[in-house]
């Protein structure tokens, strides 16, 4: 298996312009994960899947931020618009669970977006 | 509140020497896995060690041992023979698994690790 793929894996892009980061998690994980990390924040979770359903996101900081799971091989995270804080390395993340077992998560190589 | 915490500052070790980066959690769920990650100065995450809340044994890989004490809400890594390829950051993680439902991975701020030839 390819991993957990994610794209682009830099991005800049100006204040105000629409941003899509995209996701393609291991062929049957059924869990997926969007973690935004920063030096002044950490890692954060953004939102997270469960069988292609939104489970919790209770972390999207604002309504500028959308995610989408239309099927279990793609996902998408919108900001629109985009903000110069925004700025910061969004990683994906996929799992298997199921009741009491699971497996560790893997994760993407994560994209650099840049808002200037 | 927040549900695993890392407080050491940036820890140092001897090439050779071992060394134990502290973790504890906070959680009310019976069933939950502790999971540690590290990330090297490239960026990726990379999975090193599962401790699950009902395992009897301490995990153990390679040189990763996991000090598991449930009762004191701790999962300590220990990493033996410390290697200049150790440097990274290291991320303690917890996964409850409340019935019915599956739950989301949470991440500690992460201790660096600097290892000294």
Known sequence: DAGVIQSPRHEVTEMGQEVTLRCKPISGHNSLFWYRQTMMRGLELLIYFNNNVPIDDSGMPEDRFSAKMPNASFSTLKIQPSEPRDSAVYFCASSWARGSSDTEAFFGQGTRLTVV | ?117
């Not at chain 2, 140092?12 to 896995?33: I, M, R, W």
């Not at chain 2, 100065?41 to 599962?50: D, R, V």
């Not at chain 2, 004490?69 to 991320?91: C, E, P």
């Not at chain 2, 019915?100 to 030839?117: D, E, Q, Y």
């Open chain 2, 1 to 117: 509140a927040q549900k695993i915490t890392q407080t050491q500052p940036g820890m140092f070790v001897q090439e050779k020497e071992a060394v134990t980066l502290d973790c504890t959690y906070d959680t009310s769920d019976p069933s939950y896995g502790l999971f540690w990650y590290k990330q090297p100065s490239s960026g990726e995450m990379i999975f090193l060690i599962y401790q699950g809340s009902y395992d009897q044994q301490n995990a153990t890989e390679g040189r990763y041992s996991l000090n598991f004490q449930k009762a004191r809400k701790s999962a300590n890594l220990v990493i033996s023979a410390s290697q200049l390829g150790d440097s990274a950051m290291y991320f303690c993680a917890m996964r409850e698994r409340r019935s019915g439902a599956n739950s989301k991975l949470t991440f500690g701020k992460g201790i660096t690790l600097s290892v000294r030839p």
